[in-house]
């Protein structure tokens, strides 16, 4: 079983910010908030999702999408962003940790689909769309979407910034976690985050949760969801997260939950 990465990267970017002057920061901002909502809205339409990993690099699931797919979003995106060049590395692996580094090394080897096109792809990727556009049969994807329980009890007793201080010290150990088991996870906003998570069992899952109760004293809450895209196991995720808290309501307490759409 197999899972697609797809890492987008604006090149050059460095260079480029320093031509906009001393004053360029809120421009900036401006621009990443615009490329990142554009992007989204590219492989949404195409049943991925996509996450900042940071502001110049973005990190897609994009089970199913093919080389074609990927050329027509960089031409979309090139008509809109003339002034940058914005690449695409496509890898696959057993875990989502292998097919970002698949992803890594097709642009490091600069194994390009198209001599003109800024989108990489090693030969097994080329090899397994050359014949096909269909989502191949044995990708899937799984995504955890973690929120804090009783986060507004939380939020009545800290201000804003040591609510925020808190969340990214357990987002640390969170990746931390997660890394070792060959998964990555990105902070969504609020108090949510959402791990790529192929290979973690729901018994891992648990584990994991348990240690940032030890460390961190905050309980976790744990939708889990199993789709064949990303943007499909995203949105199983957050049924699951979702069915939680409604079971809480009813008095019945789970951390976790699953919701398998295969």
Known sequence: MTIQITIIKIEGYGPWTLKLGSDR??????????LYS???KMFSERDAIV?????????AISNGLSLEDHL???REISDVYKELNISMSIGIGTTPFEANVAAYHSRKNNKLVVKSKLVYADNEVQSLYSNSKELPKDMFTQILHLDVDNSTKVSNLQSPYEITSRIM?????????????KAMIFFVGGDNFMAISNTVSKE???????KIYETENIKLNCGMGIARTGRKA????TEALDTIRNLR???IISPIFEVDWI
């Open 169 to 181: 010290k357990m987002f640390a150990n969170l990746i931390e976690l997660f890394v070792e088991q």
């Open 72 to 74: 027509s979003i960089e």
């Open 249 to 251: 309501d009813q008095g």
């Open 25 to 34: 920061e809120g421009q900036l901002q401006i621009f990443q908030a615009n």
């Open 38 to 40: 554009d992007l989204q």
């Open 51 to 59: 996450y900042f990993n940071r502001f110049d690099e973005l990190i």
């Open 234 to 237: 995203v949105q199983a995720a």
């Open 204 to 210: 891992k899952t648990l584990e994991i949760i348990g």
